[in-house]
Antibody, heavy 119, light 107 residues
Framework: EVQLLESGGGLVQPGGSLRLSCAASGLTFSSHAMSWVRQAPGKGLEWVSA????????YYADSVKGRFTISRDNSRNTLYLQMNSLRAEDTALYYC????????????WGQGTMVTVSS | DIQMTQSPSTLSASVGDRVTITCRAS??????LAWYQQKPGKAPKLLIYKASSLESGVPSRFSGSGSGTEFTLTINSLQPDDFATYYCLHYNSYSNTFGGGTKVEIK
């Protein structure tokens, strides 16, 4: 059974940093592109960032470009999101999501980890 | 950037109704569209990919159609378990854009 388990969320002050992790099991991790998707409280879904299976290609939403860095360690089956220069508007539940084979959307999601940016 | 516009934002329906949700793209996206269902406190669940392909395990009362700029998600004979929020997603290798969501409420 495929499982994705996020961790690393918490309360951070504006301008601060946080690193999220997503531990994957039950799949050949390196075979799948992965993404981070966030959802602000009471709001819709927003794609944040994606990374290819090898880690050689990364992509970002304009709202986080230059502040967030996605990476992965295929030897540890783990996805990361380094978040710097955090703003109040980054407050959200952050999900990691696995690309469906063929790249047709995201077919598996974690349960999410909450990030709150507040002084 | 491609924008995805969903309508309506809220929909009131009864059990047994046929429900249609629309998603419009600001430019042609071929069939690179998926539909998700999200219930409160839960992660989204993939229903449809490639505009009209039903994900394994999803009931056949869900169907998707469209290509280019206009897409629809149809739920035939709405069931109590279907009251939720639905999102469309335009996906490609370098960018992904969700629609704003449609909340399906009990009438």
């Amino acid at each position: 059974e495929v499982q994705l388990l996020e961790s690393g969320g918490g309360l951070v002050q504006p301008g601060g940093s946080l690193r999220l992790s997503c531990a994957a099991s039950g799949l050949t991790f390196s075979s799948h592109a992965m993404s981070w998707v966030r959802q602000a409280p009471g709001k819709g879904l927003e794609w944040v960032s994606a990374i290819s299976g090898s880690g050689g290609s990364t992509y970002y939403a304009d709202s986080v470009k230059g502040r967030f860095t996605i990476s992965r360690d295929n030897s540890r089956n783990t996805l990361y999101l380094q978040m710097n220069s955090l703003r109040a508007e980054d407050t959200a539940l952050y999900y990691c999501a696995k690309d469906r084979v063929g790249g047709d959307g995201f077919d598996m999601w974690g349960q999410g980890t909450m990030v709150t940016v507040s002084s | 950037d491609i924008q995805m516009t969903q309508s309506p934002s809220t929909l009131s329906a009864s059990v047994g109704d046929r429900v249609t949700i629309t998603c419009r793209a600001s430019q042609s996206i071929s069939s690179w569209l998926a539909w998700y269902q999200q219930k409160p406190g839960k992660a989204p669940k993939l229903l449809i990919y490639k505009a009209s392909s039903l994900e394994s395990g999803v009931p056949s009362r869900f169907s998707g159609s469209g290509s280019g700029t206009e897409f629809t998600l149809t739920i035939n004979s709405l069931q109590p378990d279907d009251f939720a929020t639905y999102y469309c997603l335009h996906y490609n290798s370098y960018s992904n854009t969700f629609g704003g969501g449609t909340k399906v409420e009990i009438k």
